[in-house]
């Protein structure tokens, strides 16, 4: 090929390119756009990804975690008699969403209003917190009750602790729906989509 046209069709290469790259910079807003909806719109599917509805008929309830729920039961000793007490629970490094409940013996539970100020005070003692508030709370035709327990620091966060929790009694098993994390956190988003997401069945 002449060096002529050789030099002409280097020319005319050099030349699209050059518009190529024009129109690439003409576009890195659009671009950049289009990648941070991307980047947004696959965090936010790795997050409802990452996030568990559990329903269970076995034990009447369901109830949306951040993430996927762990289950434990355990044996603890009460003045009703042997209490068997079940645990959902996802926790990460400084929040922990937790769904516990327990069948008492049959005819165990003469008084609700006992029941529940026991359940109350046991808990505040077991974590050797302190008593923050306490109000009614009703979960359809449920009366039971919402409370917040100050409880002491921990190594992970270094700051005093808050447990959020809601109790309701239905016939004689006893639900626990409880937020635990930093200060401050007991009324967050997280904090509040989890305990308003428990229903019962």
Request: hydrophobic share 40%; net charge positive; aromatic share 10%.
């Amino acid at each position: 090929m002449p060096e002529k046209h050789v030099k002409h069709k280097t020319v005319w290469n050099t030349a699209i390119q050059t518009d190529r790259k024009k129109e690439l910079i003409r576009r890195l807003p659009e671009m950049a756009r289009l990648a941070v909806g991307l980047f947004v719109a696959l965090v936010l599917m790795a997050s409802v990804a990452a996030a568990e509805n559990l329903n269970s008929s076995e034990w009447g309830f369901s109830a949306s975690f951040p993430g996927q729920s762990k289950m434990s039961a355990e044996p603890i000793q009460t003045r009703a008699g042997n209490v068997t007490l079940v645990n959902f629970t996802y926790e990460n490094e400084t929040q922990a969403f937790m769904i516990a409940l327990s069948d008492y013996p049959k005819g165990s539970i003469a008084s609700a209003e006992q029941s529940y100020n026991g359940a109350i005070d046991g808990f505040v003692n077991g974590v050797k917190g302190k008593f923050r508030t306490r109000t009614p709370y009703k979960l359809g035709n449920i009366n039971g009750f919402d409370f917040q327990v100050d409880g002491p620091s921990t190594a992970n966060t270094k700051k005093t602790l808050v447990f959020h929790e809601r109790i309701f009694l239905v016939g004689d098993r006893l639900y626990q729906i409880l937020y635990v994390g930093p200060t401050g956190t007991e009324k967050s988003l997280a904090a509040l989509r989890f305990l308003n997401s428990f229903l019962l069945h």
